[in-house]
Structure formats: C-alpha cells, structure tokens
T-cell receptor
Framework: DAGVIQSPRHEVTEMGQEVTLRCKPISGHDYLFWYRQTMMRGLELLIYFNNNVPIDDSGMPEDRFSAKMPNASFSTLKIQPSEPRDSAVYFC??????????????FGPGTRLTVT | AQRVTQPEKLLSVFKGAPVELKCNYSYSGSPELFWYVQYSRQRLQLLLRHISRESIKGFTADLNKGETSFHLKKPFAQEEDSAMYYCALRGGSNYKLTFGKGTLLTVNP
C-alpha cells in the first residue's frame, strides 16, 4: 500500500487564483483529515470526514476554503481565491475507525503551497 | 478548549545522553495523549499513545494528570532519534487531535 497519497506535492500560484489540493486515503479507512502546518500556528486540523460526510469543519479558516469528499477514495481541499497568508504545508491523513488500535492517523507527504 | 504546549522549539543533546521532550496540556476532562514523530524526509507518524503504556524505540511517556503533562523520555539518545516531535491531545468524544507546535530534537555524535 502506498499509504495516503497527496497531489500536487508542491504548488506555486499567484494571489487570487484558485488552488485545489487532492488526497487519496488508505483503502478501507473511514476517516479523513485535512491539516494545515505553518511556522506560526503549527499543525491545525481544518476539517475531517467520516464515511465521506464532513463531521467537523470548525477549523476551516474562512469561506475561501472548502473541502469535499465525493467518494471513499478521494477528497479535495479548495482555496478560492488564494492569498499569500494561505502559504503553508497542507497534510491529509486517514484512519481506520475510532477506538484504540484502530484510530491511528496515517499522514500523507503533504502539499507545500506558496501563494505569491 | 483543548491546548497543547511544547515549550522547547529546539532541543540538542549528545548521543548516549538522556532526553526529555516536554508536553503540557490543558483540557477539563480525561484526555488521550499521543506523541507523533516526523523523521527527515519521512511522513508524520504515531510514536506512542498513553493508553498503550508501551515503550517504542526506547521512548516512554507517562501521563501526569496532576501536572497535566505527558513528557517523552529516553534514557540514552541515539543519532537516529533526531526528528521533529509533536505532542497531541484528543478530548472526550470529539475525534479531533490538537497538536503542539513541535520540538526539533537533534542528537549530536
């Protein structure tokens, strides 16, 4: 298993452009998480899904951010319009289920986003 | 509200020396605490959790509810322990993990 797959690995875009980050969770995992990592704020949870349904999006910074999970093997995080302060590393993670032994989160390699 | 504090951004020790990475938390209920690690050019991964009470790669961590701490310890550091370490908390029925800002451990030869 290749683990959690994220694309692109690096994205450089200009302010005002739309950015779409993609994630493929580990097959069979019911939970999917999107995180943002910055020097100032560390690693923050943006949103998570259970069985493709968004459960908690309280970490999504503002309306410019949206996330979808159309099926069990694919999720997107979209920023429209992008701003320089969105520059960060975005991680996707997935886990099997709840409960000890099943709730370990497996992280993807991250997407480094730079907005100029 | 959940909060995790890792007071040291950087920690440098020599090989064979003991190491302790500090983690303090704020949560009103009974939390679950975790340590995640990210080695150079690798993915963030779970190192250990307080519930399992096991030693992983020589590391242990004890949950101290009185001091609201979950410090990570290893008696003899190895060069391969050099990595970024994150303490994380999950509270109650909420499935969210709250991470600290991380401590970069460097073990010098």
């Amino acid at each position: 298993d290749a683990g959690v797959i994220q694309s692109p690995r690096h994205e450089v875009t200009e302010m005002g452009q739309e950015v779409t980050l993609r994630c493929k969770p580990i097959s069979g995992h019911d939970y999917l998480f999107w995180y943002r990592q910055t020097m100032m704020r560390g690693l923050e949870l943006l949103i998570y899904f259970n069985n493709n349904v968004p459960i908690d999006d309280s970490g999504m910074p503002e309306d410019r951010f949206s996330a979808k999970m159309p099926n069990a093997s694919f999720s997107t995080l979209k920023i429209q319009p992008s701003e320089p302060r969105d520059s960060a590393v975005y991680f996707c993670a997935s886990s099997l289920a709840l409960g000890a032994g099943r709730d370990e989160q497996y992280f993807g390699p991250g997407t480094r986003l730079t907005v100029t | 509200a959940q909060r995790v504090t890792q007071p040291e951004k950087l920690l440098s020790v020599f090989k064979g020396a003991p190491v302790e990475l500090k983690c303090n938390y704020s949560y009103s209920g009974s939390p679950e605490l975790f340590w995640y690690v990210q080695y150079s050019r690798q993915r963030l991964q779970l190192l250990l959790r307080h519930i399992s009470r096991e030693s992983i790669k020589g590391f242990t961590a004890d949950l101290n509810k009185g001091e609201t701490s979950f410090h990570l310890k290893k008696p003899f550091a190895q060069e391969e322990d050099s990595a970024m370490y994150y303490c994380a908390l999950r509270g109650g029925s909420n499935y969210k993990l709250t991470f600290g800002k991380g401590t970069l451990l460097t073990v010098n030869p």
